[in-house]
């Protein structure tokens, strides 16, 4: 029997009517509607379960979800396996720990944890894998599951891949913050952690130093080698301030060639400036670039909160003017900030003005420090140095106006004058005695200088071996050839080259090969200090001289002012002497009546042994002893003690305060006393400023005095009087 007729004969006994052919109809159409439901359905599911696992494979998504207790019951197998694992070995863990904590991250979010313990909906919560060796970041979403109940049962959630927007908004972000050529911090950088630091430092009472550095000679190397080259040292440089200064974040480059270095909680100024120094000797050590040798410098400005400024503006306005101090008296140096460096500032501006008319107005003359011959004292030659009398202020120290000259692209017109003069005044010098005349780098960069070494020779008749040309090792900068053309047209002239200030930190044997100098001069830091116990400058000055043996060269020691120092130079068989132990520099006059006797012979003069430097100068300070106050001026500084007048019959052992101004104080005790003068020593040792001068190691701090001062409200402050145990002189 077929189908339709088991269908005709089940229901054959029903009643024919309309009626009933409809019901039965319905329920057969409501049978396979639901069927036909059904399979839709589930090719619905097929397919949507089909498009989640292309999305899977697809790399450009995954899923995961969790139980109640957060632990992991499902996870995209792709995406396990980028974790080092398989899906099926991470059920069961904790979702939490496939990533790392944000604090690690440095992120400021809500974490994992807490939005899971909170059953918190999120969506795109970035998150870096914990997983060694992968150092992918993803945008996890999730949302909380409950049952018919209410009852949570877990998460279903995904996660998309975002390393590389995340490492381009990284990229972005150190653009921003870093230089792009060092990897230092930036001005903006510096600038907010600087802010920062000190706002947080003043509420803590603590210190913090900024220094300011600026390159020397760098724009020599951009134009001589080019950019890139220049490019290049930069980063050496940079590399070289991180080896010094150990905390990359604390560095900085501001821009061109000047940087900026923060260190928190330093406010010994020893300490600054050695640290100062070690800076300075090491970026002036040569550098290789592109194949070139090069050599730079640095100079370096210091200042300190809070005692130099308690906001950044001021600070580093402050540090900037102890960089312009520094750079102003010779480069290669620190200065300390201290506020009569706007005095200072505005004087060298007037100073630069007047120097301008200098020569026109005949202020500008020439004075000559005799050369000794060490062995018998006889004078060979002198030294010509430039001295400048101002028509109102006197003399003015060269060591002032000469990187003025420099700076104001006077130098030129100033050398020439000196290169004449000093042919025609030692072509009027009875005998052979010659004479040296210092050449800055400058001049020599000039291809002009044979030209106007000639013309002087020519126009005094001055024999050309009679004039010696001193040269500094700074002029080996690039390495050049045109360095090697100005040596061979000075030596086609006929005159001598004498290498100075040798052993400053540029000293190469490799251009003692090719450089013709007939002369090599001890810079005299190596002489200073070469009699103390325990120095090594003597073994120096030693290998100096067996070097200039084995090329045939003369040496000069230069700055001898002891008899101890004499000795050991002699001993060391330095073959020429220029130093206060022989003579001062004098004038033409003095000269001339010292040449026509014939042979100049001096016997050497002067202390015993080696003093510490002592600064001349006039200065007043205060003194202070029990509730007393004096004005006393300082004639003598040294680091260990000074003399000062001011206060009559002081008996020897009495105790001061020496208050030198701006938080400056040091106790001192009497040593010496002769009316209104006394020898002072000090208990703790002044440090060099970098400037020439001296200042104390530390300094009163501005909180301390704030603190005493509050201390004190609505109370009489003690005061210091200029009576007391002895009369004001």
Same mark, same amino acid.
């Given at each position: 029997?077929? +189908?339709?007729?088991?269908?005709?004969?089940?229901?054959?006994?029903?009643?024919?009517?309309?009626?009933?052919?409809?019901?039965?109809?319905?329920?057969?159409?409501?049978?396979?509607?639901?069927?036909?439901?059904?399979?839709?359905?589930?090719?619905?599911?097929?397919?949507?379960?089909?498009?989640?696992?292309?999305?899977? =494979?697809?790399?450009?998504?995954?899923?995961?979800?969790?139980?109640?207790?957060?632990?992991?019951?499902?996870?995209?197998?792709?995406?396990?396996?980028?974790?080092?694992?398989?899906? $099926?070995?991470?059920?069961?863990?904790?979702?939490?720990?496939?990533?790392?904590?944000?604090?690690? %991250?440095?992120?400021?979010?809500?974490?994992?944890?807490?939005?899971?313990?909170?059953?918190?909906?999120? &969506?795109?919560?970035?998150?870096?894998?914990?997983?060694?060796?992968?150092?992918?970041?993803?945008? @996890?979403?999730?949302?909380?599951?409950?049952?018919? #109940?209410?009852?949570?049962?877990?998460?279903?959630?995904?996660?998309?891949?975002?390393?590389?927007?995340?490492?381009?908004?990284?990229?972005?972000?150190?653009?921003?913050?870093?230089?792009?050529?060092?990897?230092?911090?930036?001005?903006?950088?510096?600038?907010?952690? /600087?802010?920062?630091?000190?706002?947080?430092?003043? %509420?803590?009472?603590?210190?913090?130093?900024?220094?300011?550095?600026?390159?020397?000679?760098?724009?020599?190397?951009?134009?001589?080698?080019?950019?890139?080259?220049?490019?290049?040292?930069?980063?050496?440089?940079?590399?070289? /301030?991180?080896?010094?200064?150990?905390?990359?974040?604390?560095?900085?480059?501001?821009?061109?060639?000047?940087?900026?270095?923060?260190?928190?909680?330093?406010?010994?100024?020893?300490?600054?400036?050695?640290?100062?120094?070690?800076? @300075?000797?090491?970026?002036?050590?040569?550098?290789? +670039?592109?194949?070139?040798?090069?050599?730079? $410098?640095?100079?370096?400005?210091?200042?300190?909160?809070?005692?130099?400024?308690?906001?950044?503006?001021?600070?580093?306005?402050?540090?900037?003017?102890?960089?312009?101090?520094?750079?102003?008296?010779?480069?290669?140096?620190?200065?300390?900030?201290?506020?009569?460096?706007? %005095?200072?500032?505005?004087?060298?501006?007037?100073?630069?003005?007047?120097?301008?008319?200098?020569?026109?107005?005949?202020?500008?003359? /020439?004075?000559?420090?005799?050369?000794?011959?060490?062995?018998?004292?006889?004078?060979?030659?002198?030294?010509?140095?430039?001295?400048?009398?101002?028509?109102?202020?006197?003399?003015?120290?060269?060591?002032?106006?000469?990187?003025?000259?420099?700076?104001?692209?006077? @130098?030129?017109?100033?050398?020439?004058?000196?290169?004449?003069?000093?042919?025609?005044?030692?072509? #009027?010098?009875?005998?052979?005695?010659?004479?040296?005349?210092?050449?800055?780098?400058?001049?020599?960069?000039?291809?002009?200088?044979?030209?106007?070494?000639?013309?002087?020779?020519?126009?005094?008749?001055?024999?050309?071996?009679?004039? =010696?040309?001193?040269?500094?090792?700074?002029?080996?900068?690039?390495?050049?050839?045109?360095?090697?053309?100005?040596?061979?047209?000075?030596?086609?002239?006929?005159?001598?080259?004498?290498?100075?200030?040798?052993?400053?930190?540029?000293?190469?044997?490799?251009?003692? %090969?090719?450089?013709?100098?007939?002369?090599?001069?001890?810079?005299?830091?190596?002489?200073?200090?070469?009699?103390?116990?325990?120095?090594?400058?003597?073994?120096?000055?030693?290998?100096?001289?067996?070097?200039?043996?084995?090329?045939?060269?003369?040496?000069?020691?230069?700055?001898?002012?002891?008899?101890?120092?004499?000795?050991?130079?002699?001993?060391?068989?330095?073959?020429?002497?220029?130093?206060?132990?022989?003579?001062?520099?004098?004038?033409?006059?003095?000269?001339?009546? &010292?040449?026509?006797?014939?042979?100049?012979?001096?016997?050497?003069?002067?202390?015993?042994?080696?003093?510490?430097?002592?600064?001349?100068?006039?200065?007043?300070?205060?003194?202070?002893?029990?509730?007393?106050?004096?004005? +006393?001026?300082?004639?003598?500084?040294?680091?260990?003690?000074?003399? @000062?007048?001011?206060?009559?019959?002081?008996?020897?052992?009495?105790?001061?305060?020496?208050?030198?101004?701006?938080?400056?104080?040091?106790?001192?005790?009497?040593?010496?006393?002769?009316?209104?003068?006394?020898?002072? =020593?000090? =208990?703790?040792?002044?440090?060099?400023?970098?400037?020439?001068?001296?200042?104390?190691?530390?300094?009163?701090?501005?909180?301390?005095?704030?603190?005493?001062?509050?201390?004190?409200?609505?109370?009489?402050?003690?005061?210091?009087?200029?009576?007391?145990?002895?009369?004001?002189?």
């Amino acid at each position: 029997m077929d +189908v339709p007729s088991r269908i005709d004969s089940g229901y054959r006994g029903q009643e024919d009517t309309e009626e009933g052919q409809r019901g039965f109809f319905g329920k057969i159409g409501s049978r396979i509607g639901k069927q036909r439901g059904e399979a839709a359905a589930n090719l619905h599911m097929h397919d949507a379960l089909m498009l989640l696992r292309n999305y899977e =494979e697809s790399g450009q998504g995954w899923f995961w979800s969790t139980d109640a207790k957060g632990r992991l019951t499902y996870i995209t197998d792709s995406v396990a396996r980028l974790m080092g694992r398989t899906g $099926g070995a991470l059920h069961g863990t904790a979702f939490t720990d496939l990533f790392l904590p944000v604090d690690s %991250q440095g992120e400021r979010q809500r974490t994992l944890p807490f939005l899971l313990t909170k059953q918190s909906k999120f &969506h795109e919560l970035p998150l870096r894998s914990a997983f060694e060796g992968d150092d992918r970041w993803w945008a @996890i979403s999730g949302r909380p599951q409950f049952d018919g #109940s209410g009852k949570f049962t877990g998460y279903r959630g995904s996660g998309t891949d975002i390393t590389e927007q995340r490492r381009s908004a990284e990229d972005a972000s150190r653009l921003a913050l870093y230089d792009s050529l060092t990897g230092l911090a930036n001005r903006f950088n510096i600038s907010k952690k /600087l802010d920062a630091t000190l706002a947080a430092f003043a %509420q803590q009472q603590r210190s913090c130093a900024i220094m300011l550095l600026d390159l020397d000679r760098f724009k020599q190397v951009n134009d001589t080698l080019g950019h890139p080259a220049g490019d290049a040292l930069l980063k050496q440089v940079a590399q070289r /301030l991180l080896k010094i200064v150990g905390d990359r974040e604390m560095v900085s480059r501001l821009g061109g060639d000047e940087f900026q270095i923060i260190l928190p909680d330093v406010e010994d100024r020893g300490k600054l400036g050695e640290l100062a120094t070690d800076i @300075i000797a090491s970026l002036s050590q040569p550098y290789s +670039v592109e194949g070139s040798r090069c050599i730079i $410098g640095a100079s370096v400005g210091v200042a300190i909160a809070p005692f130099d400024g308690q906001g950044s503006d001021d600070l580093v306005r402050n540090a900037d003017l102890a960089l312009y101090a520094a750079k102003g008296n010779g480069r290669g140096r620190f200065a300390f900030y201290s506020s009569d460096l706007h %005095q200072a500032a505005e004087d060298r501006r007037i100073l630069e003005e007047d120097l301008r008319d200098a020569l026109p107005r005949g202020e500008i003359a /020439l004075c000559y420090q005799p050369v000794v011959n060490s062995k018998s004292n006889m004078v060979t030659g002198v030294e010509a140095l430039i001295r400048w009398t101002h028509r109102d202020r006197g003399v003015i120290s060269p060591a002032l106006f000469i990187p003025i000259a420099e700076e104001a692209n006077l @130098i030129w017109k100033l050398g020439e004058w000196v290169l004449r003069r000093a042919c025609e005044d030692a072509a #009027s010098w009875p005998g052979d005695m010659r004479v040296a005349v210092n050449v800055s780098p400058i001049q020599f960069a000039n291809a002009d200088l044979p030209k106007v070494v000639a013309h002087a020779l020519e126009a005094s008749g001055l024999a050309p071996d009679r004039l =010696e040309l001193e040269i500094t090792e700074s002029v080996f900068l690039g390495d050049t050839a045109e360095t090697t053309r100005m040596f061979k047209a000075l030596k086609d002239l006929g005159v001598r080259l004498a290498l100075d200030d040798f052993g400053t930190g540029y000293s190469s044997l490799g251009y003692l %090969q090719s450089a013709p100098f007939d002369k090599i001069k001890i810079d005299q830091s190596f002489v200073r200090d070469a009699t103390v116990p325990g120095s090594r400058n003597g073994a120096i000055i030693a290998a100096i001289v067996a070097l200039a043996e084995a090329l045939e060269m003369e040496t000069t020691a230069e700055g001898i002012e002891s008899l101890d120092q004499l000795e050991l130079i002699r001993k060391l068989n330095v073959s020429h002497v220029q130093g206060y132990v022989y003579s001062k520099p004098v004038p033409q006059a003095e000269l001339m009546e &010292h040449a026509e006797v014939g042979s100049w012979t001096i016997k050497p003069s002067g202390p015993a042994r080696q003093r510490n430097d002592r600064f001349s100068l006039f200065r007043k300070v205060g003194a202070i002893h029990d509730n007393h106050r004096y004005a +006393v001026v300082i004639r003598n500084l040294s680091t260990t003690g000074a003399f @000062i007048e001011g206060i009559l019959d002081v008996p020897v052992g009495t105790r001061f305060v020496i208050d030198f101004g701006e938080g400056q104080l040091v106790t001192a005790t009497v040593r010496r006393s002769a009316k209104h003068q006394q020898g002072i =020593e000090f =208990e703790q040792t002044m440090v060099s400023d970098g400037n020439g001068g001296l200042c104390t190691r530390h300094r009163v701090s501005p909180y301390l005095i704030a603190a005493a001062a509050q201390q004190t409200s609505g109370l009489a402050l003690p005061t210091f009087t200029t009576t007391g145990d002895w009369k004001a002189a």
